[in-house]
């Protein structure tokens, strides 16, 4: 029986780590089956989930506490179940662009979350503007907008929200 196991991982970054986590869960015979890395900082930092069967993934913890030394990395693990089909939930891309100022993930995702629709994915990035070097600010999320909710109105509603609040922007169907 195929079990799940989440592994999240953070440190300096440099190169091989990923090489290190990876053959790690290739030796013990588990495989990756969703990943998110990425560097903020000078910092590496990663979450994933691999599945294997018990004696797979009984292995790769064995493996978490050498391989944590080694690679100087924080890593914590936790077992868990695959993710429930949300049949009655339809996925949406958002996209926001402003200039950069504290509070703009906080009011996106009370906005979402007064509303009983779930953030899946979120990622966020700042950037100089061209021609002027104001620095902007990018904010990405994917959501389930429960079935029943009427798109129309929820469209309307989150581009007042966003014109209140001098955002740029679109709410779209998701395409993955």
Same mark, same amino acid.
């Given at each position: 029986?195929?079990?799940?196991?989440?592994? $999240?991982?953070?440190?300096?970054?440099?190169?091989? /780590?990923?090489?290190?986590?990876?053959?790690? /869960?290739?030796? $013990?015979?588990?495989?990756?089956?969703?990943?998110?890395? %990425?560097?903020?900082? *000078?910092? #590496?930092?990663?979450?994933?989930?691999? $599945? &294997?069967?018990?004696?797979?993934?009984?292995?790769?913890?064995?493996?978490?506490?050498?391989?944590?030394?080694?690679?100087?990395?924080?890593?914590?693990?936790?077992? %868990? =179940?695959?993710?429930?089909?949300?049949?009655?939930?339809?996925?949406?891309?958002?996209?926001?662009?402003?200039?950069?100022?504290?509070?703009?993930?906080? =009011?996106?995702?009370? #906005?979402?979350?007064?509303?009983?629709?779930?953030?899946?994915?979120? *990622?966020?990035? %700042?950037?100089?503007?061209?021609?002027?070097? %104001?620095?902007?600010?990018?904010?990405?999320?994917?959501?389930?907008?429960?079935? &029943?909710?009427?798109?129309? @109105?929820? @469209?309307? =509603? #989150?581009?007042? #929200?966003?014109?209140?609040?001098?955002?740029?922007?679109?709410?779209?169907? $998701?395409?993955?």
């Amino acid at each position: 029986m195929k079990k799940y196991f989440v592994i $999240s991982a953070l440190g300096k970054d440099r190169p091989g /780590i990923v090489h290190e986590l990876s053959k790690a /869960i290739l030796d $013990s015979g588990c495989n990756v089956e969703d990943s998110r890395m %990425t560097v903020l900082g *000078g910092e #590496f930092a990663l979450i994933l989930m691999v $599945s &294997g069967h018990w004696g797979a993934i009984t292995r790769l913890e064995r493996q978490l506490p050498p391989l944590e030394k080694k690679l100087e990395l924080t890593i914590v693990s936790k077992h %868990t =179940e695959p993710r429930a089909n949300a049949q009655d939930r339809v996925p949406y891309t958002v996209d926001v662009v402003a200039m950069d100022h504290p509070g703009i993930v906080h =009011e996106v995702a009370d #906005f979402f979350a007064s509303r009983d629709i779930n953030i899946e994915e979120l *990622g966020t990035w %700042t950037y100089p503007a061209a021609h002027t070097g %104001t620095a902007m600010f990018s904010l990405n999320l994917t959501v389930s907008i429960p079935a &029943g909710v009427h798109i129309g @109105r929820l @469209r309307d =509603e #989150f581009t007042g #929200f966003c014109d209140n609040l001098n955002l740029d922007a679109t709410i779209e169907p $998701s395409r993955h």
